[in-house]
T-cell receptor
Framework: EAGVAQSPRYKIIEKRQSVAFWCNPI?????LYWYQQILGQGPKLLIQ????????DSQLPKDRFSAERLKGVDSTLKIQPAKLEDSAVYLC?????????????FGPGTRLTVL | AQSVAQPEDQVNVAEGNPLTVKCTYS??????LFWYVQYPNRGLQFLLK??????LVKGSYGFEAEFNKSQTSFHLKKPSALVSDSALYFC???????????FGSGTKLNVKP
């Protein structure tokens, strides 16, 4: 079974530029998550999708971050404009149904450096 | 409020010795507890989870964890450490009927030959 795919793996941009990350979850998984992991910290949930609907985006900085999951499969996370504090690893995860007991499976992450 | 604490930033152990990585939690209601491992430049890999039932949970790569409700702990253990176990370990909690997954800050495990 193929895992969660993410691209790009690394991205370096200047502050105030825009950037987009892509995630392809495990086939058949209804729930998709985006996390931000700042160096030395645990992942923090940014947004959760159930199929193509948003379940939770309470910690997403909506003035600069946006995410979509068209057709309930792939997802993109965008930052516009980027700030220095956005430097982090952005992790995508998926789970089969989104139940509280479900295991989340993570992709390799995208390491973003904002200069 | 839901939270997870990993009180040790780093744990050092010699190969062949038992290891313990500590985790305590705070949730309203019954907790669902998870352990993940992260190797350099890779995503998190699932090790094990506690949902209900037997307090001792066995997982991947010989790891196990014990749920202790009275101490609100879910410590990760392995009887005999390997050098290849050296990595960053994260504990996470989710409460029943509460959507978010809360991660601890991580514990770096160093296993020396």
């Amino acid at each position: 079974e193929a895992g969660v795919a993410q691209s790009p793996r690394y991205k370096i941009i200047e502050k105030r530029q825009s950037v987009a990350f892509w995630c392809n979850p495990i086939s058949g998984h209804a729930t998709l998550y985006w996390y931000q992991q700042i160096l030395g910290q645990g992942p923090k949930l940014l947004i959760q999708f159930q199929n193509n609907g948003v379940v939770d985006d309470s910690q997403l900085p909506k003035d600069r971050f946006s995410a979509e999951r068209l057709k309930g499969v792939d997802s993109t996370l965008k930052i516009q404009p980027a700030k220095l504090e956005d430097s982090a690893v952005y992790l995508c995860a998926s789970s089969s149904k989104g139940y509280y007991t479900d295991t989340q499976y993570f992709g390799p992450g995208t390491r973003l450096t904002v200069l | 409020a839901q939270s997870v604490a990993q009180p040790e930033d780093q744990v050092n152990v010699a190969e062949g010795n038992p290891l313990t990585v500590k985790c305590t939690y705070s949730v309203s209601g019954n907790p669902y507890l998870f352990w993940y491992v992260q190797y350099p430049n890779r995503g998190l890999q699932f090790l094990l989870k506690y949902i209900t039932g037997d307090n001792l949970v066995k997982g991947s790569y010989g790891f196990e964890a014990e749920f202790n409700k009275s101490q609100t702990s879910f410590h990760l253990k392995k009887p005999s450490a390997l050098v290849s176990d050296s990595a960053l370990y994260f504990c996470a909690v989710r409460a029943y009927n509460f959507n978010k997954f809360y991660f601890g800050s991580g514990t770096k495990l160093n296993v020396k030959p």
